[in-house]
């Protein structure tokens, strides 16, 4: 059975090397790409993906609360942030998304197929060599 990703990024070019980077791993099929948050909450009920990989600054995500958005993304299993930015505002707004990980862009292309692959298989601690960052929550950052 495949892993069912939704990829949410307003960088075309990022999109493209994600799909490219996932359609070669057999276990996982992209459901879905989005370049807004309103496209991304629309498809999260159109594709029913078992994970979201979230860009953390989409167009439009200041218009929404992380309250917001963390209801909205209750329904999918796995939220997988990603920021080009590690400071303390990145990771508070990720946890605030409710994600479980939040995924350096930078070292993406490491991170990103084992992250999915931890989180589906309910691994509750990253492989050593993943640096992720894991089990957010809004109160362990200070903005």
Known sequence: ???KVLVADDSDILRAAIHRLLVEDGRIKI???AS???QTMQLIGDCKPSVLLLDLHLPEHRDFTPAFV????ACV?????MSLSNDDDAKALAAGYGAQVLLD???LYAQMIP???QCCNGHTEPEPALHLRRNL???DYTA
């Open 137 to 139: 929550k809004p109160e």
């Open 105 to 107: 862009k930078i070292s």
């Open 31 to 33: 459901v879905g790409e």
């Open 70 to 73: 963390k209801s909205q993304l």
């Open 115 to 117: 992250a999915i692959i």
């Open 36 to 38: 807004t948050f309103a």
């Open 1 to 3: 059975m495949s892993i």
């Open 77 to 81: 299993p796995h939220t997988l942030a």
